[in-house]
Nanobody, 121 residues
């Protein structure tokens, strides 16, 4: 299971917003956690991913403005969105990939329900 939460503060141009996503259920290990987004009329776009070892990958549109981090103990990934632009308006999705726990130990790829982020003054 993947649950996404966000700050109640409304995002404005130049402002910031923090998204959180926690994975739960039968989990043996999580390899990659990340964020993707989809704007109206556009395809899904990579925002950022982070591996268990801490390697981070950012999409070109957000690099230098957004910061991805994770809390391995809580199976939680965060997205700190800074210097927001109107172009950041999209539905943001959390993604978690890893291995399920005992007894199956199978690979899984779970997605959150998505949350609308609208950057407007």
């Amino acid at each position: 299971q993947v649950q996404l939460t966000e700050s109640e503060r409304p995002p404005t141009p130049g402002g910031s917003l923090r998204l959180s996503c926690a994975a739960s259920g039968s989990i043996d290990s999580i390899s990659v956690m990340g964020w993707y987004r989809q704007a109206p009329g556009k395809g899904r776009e990579l925002v950022a991913t982070i591996t268990a070892g801490g390697y981070k990958l950012y999409g070109a549109a957000v690099k230098g403005r957004f910061i991805i981090s994770r809390d391995n103990a809580q199976n939680t990934v965060y997205l700190q969105m800074n210097s927001l632009k109107s172009e950041d308006t999209a539905v943001y999705y959390c993604n978690v990939g890893g291995t399920t726990g005992w007894p199956q130990y199978r690979l899984f790829d779970s997605w959150g329900q998505g949350t609308q982020v609208t950057v407007s003054s």
